[in-house]
C-alpha cells in the first residue's frame, strides 16, 4: 500500500430523503498528514498515510457517489491530484465507465484505502502536493423512476478543501499498482468478443462523424456549446480525431477483469491507465448498437449506447481525459475547462449529435 486515506464524514450519509436532494449542498474537506518529516526523516511513499475529514455543513442528509473522488473505497481510482514542483506526478490507476442508473448503495459508501497510483520514482525525491478530488455528484433521484435517474444527479464543488506537502527523500522505488507489462487478449467467449468488435467500430464511427460535425458547424453550433462551452474547436477535434484514427496493434479490449474491478456497483468498463488497456464489465454487454437511438429503443440520456460507452474509453486512452462527472447533464454543469477534459461529455456529444444527424 502506498498511502491511505480514512474518511470521517460528519452528517454525510442519511437515510433516503423523501424529496429530492436541493442545490444548496455545502461540503468542505480536510486534508491532514498526522506525521512530521522530524519524526520520519526518511519518510518514503509507501509509509504516507493521509487522513481527510469530509463535512456536510448543510442543513439535509446527501448521498455522494463516491467514484474518482477521496471516498472511493475500494476501486484505484484518481482521488488526488498529487504534483512535484508545480508538475503533475503520473497517475497509473484505472478510469471508469459508469450507469448511474444500476448502481446501489455500496457506490455512496464512506472511503478507507486509495491504493499505489502514482509514479513518484519517475518523479523523484522532494517536496510533493497532495490535492483531493472534491468535485462530487450528488444523487437527487429520491422518489424518481430508474429511468430518469442519470438525469437527477447533480454536481457540486467542495466549499473548501485544503492540501499538504510531504517530502521524501533519497531513492524511491517504483511501487506502483501491480499491472501486467501488457494484457493478452483473452475474451474468449465469441459472442463477448463480436459485441465488443462491434463496439469498436461503432466508437470509432461515432468520433469520426462528430468531428465532421464540428468542423461543419463550428464553435456557435448548440450542441456543442451545451457540451464544450467556448472551448476551442480544435480541442474537441484533436481528442474525436485520435479515438477515429485509434489503431494501437497493442493495446487490449478483454472481457475479462483482469483487476476484479467490476464486482463494484454499476461499472460498465474502465481503461488501465499504465497500459491503456480496455476492460467490460457484464453490464457493457447490455448495451445496444447506436441505431436504437433512431427507433427508440434508447435515448441520449440513458448512456447505453455501446459505441458511446467505449468511446469514453478510448477517450481516456488516447486523449488523457479524466472522469469528472457522469450523467449528461452534471457533463452540462461543467465549466468549460473540465467540460473538454471529461469523457463523459465526449460520451454524450457523439451519441447526440448521431441521434440529431441519422434519426
Known amino acids: 500500500m502506498l498511502f491511505k486515506v480514512y474518511i470521517t464524514c460528519v452528517t454525510l450519509f442519511a437515510s433516503v430523503l423523501a424529496t429530492p436532494v436541493k442545490r444548496d449542498v455545502a461540503i468542505s474537506v480536510d486534508l491532514q498528514d498526522p506525521s512530521t518529516s522530524s519524526a520520519q526523516p526518511e519518510r518514503s511513499p509507501k509509509d504516507l498515510e493521509l487522513v481527510a475529514t ?7 442528509g446527501i448521498k455522494i457517489l463516491k467514484y474518482g473522488t477521496i471516498l472511493d473505497d475500494k476501486l484505484p481510482t484518481r482521488s488526488f491530484v498529487v504534483t512535484k514542483d508545480g508538475n503533475p506526478v503520473a497517475f497509473t490507476g484505472i478510469k471508469l465507465s459508469i450507469s448511474l442508473d444500476k448502481v446501489d448503495d455500496t457506490a455512496f459508501a464512506v472511503l478507507a484505502p486509495v491504493g499505489t497510483l502514482y509514479d513518484f520514482a519517475t518523479a523523484g525525491a522532494g517536496k510533493f ?20 435517474k442519470a438525469a437527477s444527479f447533480f454536481k457540486v464543488q467542495a466549499a473548501s478543501a485544503n492540501s499538504v506537502e510531504v517530502e521524501f527523500q533519497g531513492e524511491i522505488k517504483r511501487d506502483t499498482i501491480t499491472l501486467n507489462p501488457r494484457a493478452e487478449d483473452i475474451c474468449t467467449t465469441e459472442p463477448d468478443k463480436s459485441f465488443i468488435n462491434s463496439s469498436y467500430i461503432e466508437a470509432k464511427a461515432l468520433a469520426s462523424m462528430s468531428s465532421a460535425y464540428v468542423n461543419s458547424t463550428g464553435a456557435n453550433d448548440t450542441l456543442y456549446m451545451t457540451y464544450f462551452g467556448a472551448t476551442a474547436t480544435s480541442e474537441v477535434i484533436t481528442t474525436l480525431n485520435a479515438v477515429a484514427n485509434e489503431d494501437s496493434t497493442n493495446r487490449t479490449l478483454s472481457c475479462v477483469d483482469t483487476y476484479d474491478a467490476c464486482t463494484t456497483s454499476g461499472l460498465v468498463a474502465y481503461t488501465v491507465i499504465a497500459t491503456t488497456d480496455i476492460y467490460f464489465c457484464s453490464i457493457f454487454f447490455d448495451e445496444v448498437a447506436s441505431d436504437e437511438l433512431c427507433t427508440g429503443g434508447t435515448n441520449v440520456t440513458s448512456r447505453n449506447v455501446r459505441g458511446g460507452t467505449l468511446l469514453h474509453e478510448l477517450t481516456h486512452a488516447v486523449g488523457n481525459t479524466v472522469d469528472i462527472a457522469y450523467g449528461c447533464d452534471a457533463d452540462q454543469a461543467l465549466t468549460d475547462q473540465d467540460k473538454v477534459l471529461n469523457a463523459d461529455n465526449f460520451n454524450c456529444f457523439t451519441t447526440s449529435v448521431y441521434a440529431n444527424t441519422q434519426c
Open 54 to 60: 469530509v463535512t456536510n455543513n448543510g442543513a439535509e
Open 129 to 148: 502536493t497532495f490535492t483531493p478530488i472534491t468535485k462530487f455528484l450528488i444523487d437527487g433521484s429520491a422518489g424518481k423512476e430508474a429511468f430518469s
